[in-house]
């Protein structure tokens, strides 16, 4: 049997005329807002004042969605929400501080996010989402994975490759992606024994969280998550001890990282942040985090979120992200559209990657071996492709063993459909987020991400997230996911997913327009 036995042909991809005349009009309007905070406001601190018990998760949720019922008047199937919301009353002051460094606080959002998507979304209201823009992931149908990397898919399918392994992965895929990491690193050489194969990005930051900060005392230092951040994986990380929500502002499409460096303490045990932030692809800057690592405790185990920091600018990353305390996770999820196969990598320091590999045996015994080949594949073709190779050559073809039965020729072949095909997607992805974003600047504040395919918008004809897209469900036939779902717990602030055909995403975001221009002619 022989990997890419037929030459994989490569996807044709591309956007229309009226999408690439709105990109080049992207971002030049006063509504490409600069400016970002996702801090508690009073509508957030009024549910907790009303709250019998604002310990209670589930209690915070109904109030909230009881007011957006209340709120959004005409019929409901929901009158009991509403109900409690009417009947609730002040019964305390909070702060946000208190709000932030509640364990209920992680909680009711979890427990809102899961309501959005099981009960209306998908559940109740699923009829009424004609178009949605809500997702957070690539259209696969559109903008799947690399013909190259299915062929490895049916590859392994034809060698029975599915299998137990080794619990961190098998070693010429681990040995891949460290080549990999060490190229987008200067100055850095991982080898297989800094990395470790997951099931995806949100597994790795459960089990990492699991393996931290198991056994921690009930009043131990509360582990740092930067916001907005996605809720599993803050929850995740809460039900092993303390936490404490960290809100930072974005300013030009960077991360403001000043507030999580004023939070660190020596005993802080963990710190989660997203190196390009959901919802709005706003990036971190290299130096400040450099500080805040430098600034961490050796003992603070700094985890970075990875997933979202592509589709943008190709930089050379600090140096420091390759630290001994720092924990870098990556997956297939959102790079390479596939977040249904649930594959990823860990980086960290050989020392914890050696110790993580019982944890791994005990608690899940390893990933899934079936999709080996696909990681070593793809990260070796990436090296290639971020340090320039054009033309893979007798060194390349020697990276795989020979039980591939590998020629040059079908190398340099799939490495080309596979450079087609990924340059072709990136291209008409960033075509189609800013011509989104011109959209939608012309109805709303809307922060320009530098990464990502997702784009945060701030309508000033709401004042509640959740409240938005209720009404703008009604009303156009179009989801939005809600910025309370990233923990932006204040104003209209909803996540459009642009990565759509344009066919699909043009009316969907015309209908807003007129949606959003209806409730200003009216006042509203």
Known sequence: MQLFATTPPARRIDVPTEARLAAAGAWQTPHDSGAFLSGVDQRTLEVYRRAVDPGDPI???????????????????????????????????????????????????????????????????????????????????????????????????????????????????????????????????????????????????????????????????????????????VEAIARRGNVRLVPLGTEGGVMELGPLIAALTPQTPFVLLQTAANPTGAAVDEEELARLIQTASPTTMIVLDECHEWLGETRTASVLRSAPNVIRVSSLSKNWSAPGIKVGWILADSSFIADYYEYASTSFGGP?????????VLARMERWMITGLTRPGADELREFESSYGLTLDRLRAAYDTYCADRRARESCLQLLRDAAGAELCRVGDVVRPRYSINTAVRFDRWDDSYLCFRDLLRSTGVSVYPGILNFCFSGGVARITTARAWEDLAPALRRIGAAVGEREAAGV
Do not use: H
């Not at 997951?198 to 740092?224: E, H, I, N």
């Not at 899934?368 to 070593?376: G, R």
């Open 59 to 233: 209690e915070l949720r109904n109030l909230w969605l009881g007011r957006v019922e209340t709120e959004l008047g005409g019929p409901t199937t929901r009158q009991w929400q509403a109900d409690l919301w009417r009947d609730s009353r002040v019964r305390r002051e909070v702060t946000e501080e208190e709000v932030l460094g509640s364990r209920s606080t992680v909680r009711f959002v979890k427990e809102l996010f899961n309501w959005y998507f099981r009960d209306d979304l998908y559940g109740e209201l699923r009829d009424d989402a004609r178009t949605m823009l809500s997702g957070g992931s690539v259209d696969e149908l559109n903008w799947g994975l690399p013909e190259a990397l299915k062929d490895c898919i049916r590859y392994a399918l034809q060698r029975d490759w599915y299998g137990y392994s080794d619990s961190c992965g098998r070693i010429p895929a681990r040995e891949a992606v460290a080549a990999y990491e060490s190229a987008r690193i200067a100055g850095t050489t991982y080898t297989a024994a800094n990395v470790a194969l997951t099931m995806g990005g949100t597994f790795a930051v459960s089990t990492l969280a699991d393996y931290v900060l198991a056994g921690r005392s009930s009043d131990a230092t509360p582990a740092l998550c930067a916001t907005p951040n996605y809720p599993p994986l």
């Open 368 to 376: 899934p071996s079936f999709f080996y080949t696909v990681v070593e």
